[in-house]
Each structure stands twice: as C-alpha cells, then as structure tokens.
C-alpha cells in the first residue's frame, strides 16, 4: 500500500475509506466524553483541556506548563507517592503535554484497568492540592527544562520562530515561559488558572482501543462530576493573533551549526484553505542528508525539488516542513540545520520553494505529497496517536474529523490550486527569518528587505543575494 500512483483523481485508498466506530456523549457539567472501538487488550485514555500558555499574561507566562507538572504530585485524596505507586501498579505509561492552546494528560493501560485509570486522570485534574512545596520543587524542575533548551536545536528554533511571528500576542510566548518569570510563580497563581480554565465546558475525555462507550460514560461521569461546567473568570487572549513579519538573529559563534526557521502567515484549521497547507506540508515534506542526498539517489532526478536544492548543499544535514494551525491563526514555514557556511542558503531554500510554486508547480509533486499524506493517515495507528487525534478534533473542531474525510479533501487538490493557494499566500509574501548559531554572514545585513526581495520572481535567478 505504499504505491497509490495509480488512483484516479479523487479516489483514496481502500483502507482510507473505512473509519472505526466513534461515538461521543456530553455530560450535565459539559464534559464531552469519546470512544474510538478498536480491538486488542490495551486501552488509552486522554484528558484534554482547551487551554494553554496562550490564555496566560505576561505576569503569569509559564502558569499553564507548571500546573501540568504539577498535577501528577498530589491531590486532596492522593499523595504524590500513591500516585507513581498506582500508576506504576497498573503498568501504565503516563504521558502529558503542554502547548499553546491545549493541555493534555494520558494513561496506556489494560482493557481491565480503564475504570482505575479514568480514577487516577479525574482525581488529578479535579482535585490536585498544588502543595507550596511541591510547587518550589517543581519550578526547578522547569528550571532545568530551560537550562536543556541550548540543547534541543529545533524546538528552541520553533519556539522563537513562534515569538518573531506573534510577538504582540501571548501566542508567541515560549509554552515553558520565562525562566525569569517561572520563579515568581506561586501556588495561587496555578489554582487561579485552574479554576479559570480546567472547567467542564474545556474538557474532553477520550478513550480508544478496547472500550465499552456507555461503560466509559458512567466512569467518567462518576470521577469528573467535581468539575465545574463554567467559570466566572473571563479566558484571556480571545482576540487573533497579528502575525508580524521580522528578522530575529540569536548569534552564538560558538556553535558549529546554524538553525534556520522560515515561516508564513497561514490559515487556521477552521479556514478553508487548511486542507491545501496540510498537503503542501507533505509535498514539502522532511529532508534527511544520509537518506535523501546525491550517495543515495541523484538530486537532479528527485520529484521533491526540496529534496533537490538542498541536495546541492553538502553541509545541510536536515529539514523539515511544519504547519502549525491554531484555532485563528496559523504558521508555515521550514526549519533548516547545517553549517554556518550555508546560513544564507538556508534562508534561501525557505523563501525559494514557497514562492517558486506561486510560478509552477509540477503534476508530479502534488501526486507525491498526496501519496505521503495517505501513507502518513495509514500509519496513525496506535492508541495514543489516534486519541491525540480526537481530543484535538474535538476541541478545535467541535467533531470528530475521519481520515477518510482528509483524504477526500487532499484527493481532490491539484496543482494548480497548489499554484493559486502558494500565489496568495506565499509570492511577495513577507515571512519571518529567525536564525540561531553562528551567524555572522547574515546578522551584518539586518536588513529586513534583504530577506523579503527574495519573495519576487527574481527568486528564480540561481545569481540571487541570498544564494551566493
């Protein structure tokens, strides 16, 4: 099932057109609950809140992704230490995930263990006890989290991507916060942002595997009813995000490589253009040197011309596309990583593909980008991913939303709706640059026009500035 090539436009894989029985029920405190049948003796169970580092101020940045490390370390009815003992008990690998407009807390367990661990997730999220102490404890473990981020290259990349794009909103906050502003957080601060926003209205509890609906109904009815349907404390930052473009320089000479991040003012998932973006980001796709380049295969002969304009630069070692759809907003862009010789070239290839598919773009890419987004739809397969999936959906969308109606969607985009979607959004279009590393050759022009002439069609000039 790897070879879709022979489809007809707008067909979908077999496998694609069948989904797996879903059901959801609303509960008297707005809570919705959700299954997704599948067979098999394991189970996973999500908790989602609809709130995140962008309901936070600047006074309070950093609350939302405390209070996710705080809720594992004590309720009013469990300590910390019963927690990890039950936990551990039921052999289960407890997740949760911090981001800009969700929170979210998940047990993988045994079909038998469900009721136990709906008890454990609903204890913790209605009733943690956010004991002083342990919030001292836990902002150092922040703390830490903030002193790893020199090491992790491309999420310190996205997320000052994020700040140059949406600097005048919260949503371009780091989702840690400031490490300055992490110690002036105390424990009134999380009981205020839980009360705001942990309410039933913000909630949805999604089980998927071996599951029994009305049986997960009564559970979480039974160990959620404490969560209150509404909040009098009105949610911050309802307003859209302006996106603003500008050029951010991190210089630190000394690293060895440079980190590159190009990005879009794009859609958000409730407009109509967000199914097209979806499938550029698969014709874009990821770029991995000791997979794609010329050893492997001759780059002139690749159909991703992404693939092919970096496979000329020996020192790019990675790429890869991202498209960060939010509920009013969204950004598209690439992260590149290489050595600081092809800093400028970097930020080339970043502005290159967008604006060249503003000109043409090529049958043969749009079949590709759709064959690696069924594929990617195919392999979405474990219990975890697949109530990510829903808890997201249902939080953004207000549904549940197939991936047989994705694939329908993408099978019927051509490329010239590519070519219109890339000439309205992309073509003397002007994106954000944030570079980090040693970059010297681009942080002495600091100038803002520099970077955006390269959006015009003199992008198809191989002598360009940038380039060279």
Not at 221 to 243: A, C, D, G, M, R
Request: aromatic fraction near 10%; hydrophobic fraction near 35%.
């Amino acid at each position: 099932m790897a070879n879709f090539g022979d489809l007809q436009f707008g067909d979908i894989p077999e496998p694609l057109k069948f989904v797996r029985p879903f059901k959801m029920t609303k509960l008297s405190n707005g809570i919705r609950v959700c299954t997704e049948k599948s067979t098999g003796g394991t189970a996973h169970v999500g908790v989602y809140v609809g709130s995140g580092s962008r309901n936070e101020n600047l006074a309070s940045t950093g609350t939302s992704y405390l209070l996710n490390q705080m809720l594992p370390r004590g309720t009013n009815n469990r300590s910390k230490g019963e927690i990890s003992d039950e936990i551990a008990g039921l052999g289960a690998n407890y997740t949760a995930h911090a981001d800009r407009e969700f929170n979210s807390y998940g047990m993988s367990v045994l079909k038998s263990d469900i009721g136990r661990a709906v008890s454990v997730l609903g204890d913790m999220v209605c009733n943690p006890s956010l004991n002083p102490a342990e919030v001292e404890a836990a902002k150092n473990d922040v703390s830490a989290h903030h002193e790893d981020n020199h090491n992790r290259y491309q999420e310190t990349l996205l997320e000052n991507a994020h700040f140059n794009s949406f600097r005048e909103h919260m949503l371009g906050q780091p989702i840690k916060g400031d490490r300055d502003m992490t110690a002036t957080l105390t424990a009134d601060y999380l009981r205020d942002f839980h009360s705001a926003n942990y309410i039933g209205d913000n909630v949805v509890v999604v089980g998927t595997g071996n599951i029994d609906h009305e049986a997960f109904v009564e559970q979480v009815e039974q160990h959620f009813e404490s969560l209150p349907k509404t909040s009098s404390v009105p949610v911050e930052n309802t307003e859209k995000p302006i996106y603003v473009p500008a050029i951010l320089f991190l210089r630190d000479d000394e690293m060895v490589n440079s980190n590159v991040g190009v990005f879009y003012d794009a859609p958000g998932v409730k407009h109509e253009d967000y199914y097209s973006f979806l499938l550029m980001k698969h014709m874009f796709g990821n770029y991995r040197i000791d997979e794609n380049a010329g050893h492997i295969n001759d780059v002139h002969k690749q159909y991703n011309t992404m693939h092919a304009l970096l496979g000329n630069l020996p020192d790019v070692t990675r790429a890869d596309s991202h498209y960060f759809a939010y509920s009013d907003a969204g950004l598209f862009g690439n992260y590149f990583f290489g050595n600081e010789v092809f800093t400028r070239q970097m930020n080339y290839c970043g502005v290159c593909m967008p604006t060249i598919y503003g000109h043409f773009v090529n049958d043969v890419e749009v079949i590709r980008g759709r064959n690696h987004l069924f594929n990617s739809l195919l392999t979405t397969e474990t219990k975890k991913s697949v109530n990510k999936e829903i808890g997201q959906n249902i939080l953004q969308l207000g549904r549940r939303l197939p991936r047989s109606e994705i694939a329908t969607r993408a099978a019927h985009i051509d490329n010239y709706h590519i070519k219109q979607m890339a000439n309205i959004w992309f073509y003397d279009a002007e994106p954000s640059f944030t570079n980090w590393g040693p970059i010297e050759q681009v942080s002495q022009v600091a100038s803002y026009k520099y970077f955006k002439i390269n959006t015009l069609a003199t992008v198809t000039n191989a002598h360009h500035s940038l380039f060279n």
